[in-house]
């Protein structure tokens, strides 16, 4: 029987140097995407997965970040005073009940692996989902309620994967496939950022995953891999072949908001999806080219 995901690591510790000055003060995670932070879309897309318990791997400056989604009673107050029923109901949305919801320094930038490592007390012996909020999917459903549909009958690890042109598979986690129904690939390897002429394929981690708890047993020795980093990819590797390992091509739009261009197109995308942004900016668009 697979066992339900019910918690969510969300890696939050980086300095977010590529949308300086903006993010000097501001985490990169604050950045909003049409009118909401990035983090919150990320939370949204677990929530809607059926996750029920939150954890957030920080580092200093990320105040702004927990103060997001605690109540603040001030604001909730004056939004009733003055009748702003409507937008009360979208602060109280935001917040996560008490003990729902976690936070856990990671003092050092050590890796994506290591920052999942510092989650591992919060995660237990239970399967739990990983969430990068600068990969963001849009689309009819979210993406981690997709995979929660495969990992239901596959169990075991689960990546989201998209194709990439083979002269950039050295950016990404790229995947050595076994059999695939176009839909879910077997993954025999993993590969961090290989050589474009020695990557074994073009399927390349997209920013979702779905992990077993077995794998804070590897990420716990500290090895390093590319960029001197403790490489979360390397870690998974050394689960292929002791349990189902599987990468999902997701449905819906991918967008990169690590980097500045993704970012902009992404906020236009979603503008473009949102009802009451919609003919105004397609407008406003059409004046500007």
């Given amino acids: 029987m697979v066992k339900r995901v019910r918690k969510a690591v969300f890696p939050v510790a980086g300095l977010g140097t590529r949308f300086l000055p903006a993010t000097k003060a501001i985490p990169k995670e604050m950045l909003p995407l049409a009118d909401k932070p990035l983090i919150q879309h990320a939370v949204d897309e677990a929530k809607a997965a059926g996750i029920e318990m939150f954890c957030f791997v920080t580092s200093r400056g990320k105040t702004p970040l927990e103060d997001h989604f605690d109540l603040n009673y001030e604001l909730n107050q004056t939004l009733k005073n003055r009748g702003k029923l409507d937008l009360l109901k979208v602060v109280e949305d935001i917040q996560i009940d008490s003990g729902k919801i976690a936070y856990v320094r990671q003092s050092e930038p050590l890796g994506l692996g290591h920052a999942v490592w510092c989650a591992r007390e919060f995660i237990g012996d239970e399967p739990f989902a990983v969430l990068l909020p600068d990969e963001q999917v849009l689309g009819d459903r979210p993406c981690l309620a997709q995979m929660m549909d495969a990992y239901s009958q596959v169990g075991g690890n689960l990546l989201s994967v998209f194709e990439v042109p083979r002269e950039q598979t050295n950016k990404y986690g790229i995947l050595d496939i076994g059999k695939d129904d176009g839909r879910l690939a077997e993954v025999k390897g993993l590969v961090e950022k290989p050589d474009p002429a020695a990557a074994p394929s073009t399927l390349s981690i997209q920013g979702r995953y779905i992990l077993q708890p077995e794998i804070f047993h590897h990420l716990e020795r500290f090895e390093t891999?590319?960029?001197?980093?403790?490489?979360?990819?390397?870690?998974?590797?050394?689960?292929?072949?002791?349990?189902?390992?599987?990468?999902?091509?997701?449905?819906?739009?991918?967008?990169?908001?690590?980097?500045?261009?993704?970012?902009?197109?992404?906020?236009?995308?979603?503008?473009?999806?949102?009802?009451?942004?919609?003919?105004?900016?397609?407008?406003?668009?059409?004046?500007?080219?």
């Fill in 225 to 289: 891999g590319a960029g001197g980093e403790i490489q979360l990819t390397d870690a998974m590797a050394k689960l292929i072949g002791t349990q189902p390992f599987h990468g999902f091509r997701f449905e819906g739009k991918r967008f990169d908001c690590g980097d500045k261009l993704g970012f902009v197109l992404a906020n236009v995308a979603y503008a473009l999806e949102r009802p009451d942004m919609a003919a105004k900016v397609r407008a406003a668009l059409k004046e500007m080219l």
